[in-house]
């Protein structure tokens, strides 16, 4: 399983690439938020490996924990291009409901729609992992 969830990663940080290259090429805003996104990734994805060839689970827990924080920077690129899209005078919850009406009727990139949806699919698959290999 572990492999499986390796090659979620390798998957979602491929996408994750394309949107880095793109985001660089149009000279996009917040680049802090995008850094910390990016280098918290890629620190997981570090930290998933290292766990697939040592198999201690201490280091499928450090990618956990650094997906989730990730996670949380990627949502907030994702709220504040759905808020640019006219959501601006959503509340959160509301805000999350427009994304994913957006991403289900093709408004967003398709990228971008994939690379959300499917960190979802690393994040519980890295957590169901870790709850395994713990007990």
């Excluded at 390798?10 to 910390?36: D, E, F, N, S, Y």
């Excluded at 450090?62 to 640019?84: C, E, Q, W």
């Excluded at 957006?102 to 408004?107: A, C, L, P, T």
């Amino acid at each position: 399983m572990s492999y499986v969830v390796l090659v979620a990663w390798l998957v979602q940080a491929a996408v994750g690439v394309l949107l880095l290259t793109g985001w660089l090429r149009h000279g996009r805003t917040h680049p802090r938020i995008v850094v910390t996104h990016v280098a918290l990734s890629v620190l997981g994805v570090a930290s998933w490996i290292t766990y697939v060839l040592t198999d201690r689970v201490l280091w499928a827990w450090a990618a956990f924990v650094l997906i989730a924080i990730g996670n949380g920077f990627g949502d907030n690129m994702l709220l504040r291009r759905t808020r640019r899209m006219g959501g601006s005078h959503l509340s959160t919850v509301n805000t999350y409901k427009l994304a994913l009406r957006s991403m289900f009727k093709g408004r967003l990139p398709f990228r971008v729609s994939f690379h959300a949806m499917f960190a979802g699919v690393v994040f519980f698959s890295t957590l169901a992992v870790c709850i395994i290999e713990t007990v």
